[in-house]
């Protein structure tokens, strides 16, 4: 997980991401990588979750993709949902479970990140993007 | 991967304090040392997070079940928060509205909510 934090930092700042909105992108992979990392617990599976950094012309995109079934279903064309804004985030303490609290940092540093359908059925792939200042 | 606790009475309070990462690894030690301690009669529990270089949502998670366990059992909960870093984790989910977060242990002990 450390080792996420650092790889995406390194390569935020090497993409041109400002200097002050590197805790955010290092904050936001981490929590989508222990997102994935509990739901693949939560179903015993075993296989690689897949991080992905993509430089285009405006934007560093980081895309945390796990591989098991879940909440989304993909059914028909690949639907995108767009997280709880922060103002949305507010915390019920007798629901609180523990995507909708990842999903909820997530949010909070990344208003317009999307949670999209996986490649396989029942997977999700959380993609967030942050201007390119160089 | 590294975390360590420490536990020790202070002020009438027990003074929780995690030294490390809190992550989807090693949330559960944490919620492992605040399990019994929250759920005694009346618990006034302080979590000192000084130590802590970094908190997901996996520690916000342990810390809001414990908060429930506080408020089940009418105890006390509160949050030493020095990192702007580790607030800022609280601040974004709303969570700093629902869990008093203190700048240090001695505002923490004085706190009256």
């Given at each position: 997980?450390?080792?996420?934090r ?8 090497r993409?041109?991401v400002?200097?002050?909105?590197l805790?955010?992108v290092r904050?936001?992979v981490?929590?989508?990588c ?5 739901r ?8 690689p979750?897949?991080?992905?950094f993509?430089?285009?012309a ?5 895309s945390?993709a ?13 639907p995108?949902q ?10 019920d ?9 990842s999903?909820a940092?997530?949010a909070?540093?990344i208003?317009s ?13 959380v993609?967030?993007?942050w201007?390119?200042?160089? | 991967m ?13 003074v929780?304090a995690?030294?490390g ?6 949330a559960p030690a944490l919620?492992e040392?605040l ?7 009346s618990?006034?529990v302080?979590?000192?997070?000084t ?5 997901d949502s996996?520690?916000l ?5 414990a908060?429930?366990?506080?408020r ?9 928060v ?9 601040k974004?989910t ?6 008093p ?12 909510h």
């Amino acid at each position: 997980m450390r080792t996420a934090r650092l790889v995406a930092a390194v390569a935020a700042r090497r993409s041109g991401v400002s200097e002050e909105l590197l805790d955010d992108v290092r904050l936001a992979v981490a929590e989508a990588c222990s997102r994935a990392v509990r739901r693949h617990v939560s179903a015993g599976s075993v296989v690689p979750i897949e991080v992905t950094f993509t430089d285009d012309a405006d934007e560093f995109t980081v895309s945390v993709a796990d591989h098991v079934g879940g909440r989304i279903d993909p059914t028909g064309s690949t639907p995108a949902q767009t997280g709880p804004t922060a103002e949305q985030a507010t915390i019920d303490i007798d629901l609180a479970d523990p995507d909708a609290l990842s999903l909820a940092v997530i949010a909070g540093l990344i208003p317009s990140h999307e949670v999209r359908a996986g490649s396989t059925p029942g997977s999700t792939q959380v993609v967030m993007s942050w201007p390119r200042s160089a | 991967m590294d975390l360590s606790l420490t536990t020790r009475e202070e002020a009438g309070f027990t003074v929780v304090a995690p030294s490390g990462e809190v992550d989807v690894f090693t949330a559960p030690a944490l919620d492992e040392a605040l399990e019994p301690l929250t759920s005694q009669p009346s618990p006034q529990v302080i979590v000192d997070l000084t130590g802590v270089d970094f908190l997901d949502s996996s520690g916000l998670g342990v810390l809001v079940k414990a908060l429930k366990r506080v408020r089940d059992h009418e105890g006390t909960l509160r949050l030493v928060v020095t990192s702007d870093r580790i607030a800022k984790v609280f601040k974004v989910t709303g969570l700093d509205a629902v869990i008093p977060l203190h700048a240090t242990l001695a505002d923490a002990f004085a706190a009256t909510h």
